[in-house]
């Protein structure tokens, strides 16, 4: 049967033609097609309807949102962030207490309760980063908040050592989600000029960490036993559970977009409403491009991985001085475990210092550098703090291990204490000036070797100390800081032309 008569446009839709003869299966489409040619024809074509923000004004928009509840916000956040570092350091005055219940010999052994709880941080991004890039942010907070309050349950009535660590691991990975979603947080209601200020906020959890934890810590662990310092952490993070319940709102742009979208087709009946911010991928698509996106970004980008090594030996050092401290205080100078918690104040002071500069210093240098070029904000300009005060570091390194070593007064390593403090503190917002949609995944990336060497370098710190000696072995540990910033400074002045030529698909 000649099929000219349908006309040329019908004679290549798979639907009505199959080489040239009807395709009984469809016989029925091309009839309902044939029946409603004309201008009702192009209904079945239409367009879906597509949902984007109201205009640059809409209330709904995070980065429209009042200054008041960008702030709470970024408060809530800085809370949560406070309660993993806490975790991290605040039993370390009590290791001896462990050994001694657990009948322990070895302590490489007992360094790996805190050692699991930092692994746990290379895992829980790779997990958390994509779901909240498909899911949102809000509901990643409240599963992880709730999973750190149950592990931290477990840890306080653990029988046995391995078992400490299991449940320290499994912590680690829930309270990384804080970590690895407050970059993204921040820049989903910041813009690029106040983030600086933005994270020194949020930072400041990070901080209190080490300086609130061994204090608390020492003090509970000496008077009630290392058991309650477990607890101690269960009832913090049951309060900031219940206040991130409450006061926490949905920040991230593609998902309030999305929920936006479903609404709005409930109301219209158009089942076809879509959200403009996502792609016309599936669920599994979605999920399956966001879990590889950080091993993606990690071995593809030159960036990336430069700055997920240089992380990587600075969060190293950051915690070998954890570990180190309670020991060397109390074997060089007689302090109590009380007393050895205190110590943490010199590193937490400095790490204050750290974050003030940062959030006061960058987004002016950002600002400043930006109106002498063209007014362009390059995530580059956010560099030359970080060149600066990463020679802090080996410093600070130096003046610890030597005065410790040499027998000073025990004031000495303390100021050391507080220059590593502000080395380590001096970190950028590079990576989510870079690509601030996907400021998880970024982190995610930076998180995994980052949190392999966290958690492995320490096992090595009696080994070091003990063929170098304490002053030598953390010089060693200085040079290897050192050595780490010509590849910042190579990142300052070339960073936009290694990004322009290796460009990854997100």
């Known amino acids: 049967m000649s099929m000219e008569w349908l ?16 395709d009984v299966e469809n016989r029925a ?3 309902r097609r044939l029946t409603t040619y004309g201008s009702s024809h192009s209904n079945d074509e239409k367009k879906p309807l597509s949902v984007d923000w109201d205009g640059p004004s809409d209330p709904t928009n995070p980065k429209n949102w009042s200054n008041a509840r960008r702030w709470s916000q970024i408060c809530i956040l800085g809370l949560i962030v406070l ?11 009590a290791l001896d207490q462990i050994m001694s219940d657990f009948n322990i010999k070895s302590p490489v052994l007992v360094d790996l309760s805190l050692s699991a709880y930092v692994l746990g941080f290379a895992i829980g991004p790779l997990v958390v980063a994509p779901l909240s890039e498909v899911y949102g942010r809000l509901y990643i907070y409240h599963t992880c908040n709730i999973l750190f309050v149950i592990n931290n349950v477990a840890c306080a009535t653990s029988p046995t050592i391995w078992v400490l660590v299991l449940f320290r691991f499994l912590s680690g990975c829930a309270g990384s989600c804080p970590l690895t979603l407050g970059g993204g947080t921040i820049a989903d209601v910041m813009e690029p000029e106040k983030r600086g200020r ?8 990070s901080v209190g960490g080490p300086i609130l934890g061994p204090v608390f810590g020492g003090i509970i662990a000496e008077r009630v036993g290392w058991r309650w310092v477990f607890g101690m952490l269960v009832c913090f993070g049951a309060l900031t559970t219940a206040t991130a319940l409450v006061f926490m709102r949905e920040t991230y742009a593609p998902r309030i977009l999305e929920l936006k979208a479903k609404r709005k087709a409930r109301l219209t009946g158009d089942p076809g409403t879509v959200c403009t911010s996502l792609s016309n991928a599936t669920l599994s698509e979605r999920l399956r491009r966001a879990a ?7 071995l593809l980008s030159p960036i990336v991985l430069t700055l997920s090594l240089l992380s990587a030996i600075t969060y190293g050092l950051q915690i070998l001085l954890y570990i180190s401290l309670p020991s060397v205080y109390k074997s060089r100078y007689g302090f109590t475990t009380t007393q050895s918690g205190l110590a943490f104040l010199g590193i937490g002071t400095g790490m204050v210092i750290g974050l003030l500069a ?3 210093i960058s987004d002016k240098v950002l600002v400043i550098l930006a109106k002498q070029n063209g007014g362009e904000k390059k995530p580059e300009y956010r560099l030359p703090v970080m060149l600066w005060g990463s020679l802090l570091l080996p410093v600070g390194l130096l003046g610890f291990g030597w005065g410790a070593e040499r027998g000073v007064s025990w004031g000495v390593p ?9 080395g380590i503190y001096s970190v950028s917002m590079y990576l989510v000036d870079w690509a601030p949609q996907y400021a998880a995944t970024m982190s995610a990336s930076t998180s995994i070797l980052r949190s392999l060497v966290g958690a492995f370098l320490p096992l090595s710190k009696d080994g070091l100390t003990t063929s170098l000696g304490l002053g030598w072995g953390i010089t060693v540990l200085a040079g290897i800081s050192l050595a780490t910033w010509p590849a910042t400074f190579i990142l300052y002045t070339r960073g936009e032309r290694i990004r322009d030529r290796f460009l990854i698909e997100m």
Do not use: E, K, Y
């Open 358 to 360: 940062f959030g006061i």
């Open 83 to 93: 309660q993993t570092p806490l975790a991290s350091s605040i039993f370390s005055p």
């Open 198 to 205: 933005a994270m020194s906020v949020v930072a400041f959890g």
């Open 414 to 422: 303390m100021v050391g204490n507080v220059v590593a403090g502000v």
């Open 29 to 31: 489409s091309w009839i």
């Open 292 to 298: 590889t996106r950080p091993l993606r970004l990690l």
């Open 7 to 22: 006309g040329s446009s019908d004679l290549s839709d798979p639907d009505i033609v199959w080489h040239g003869r009807f």
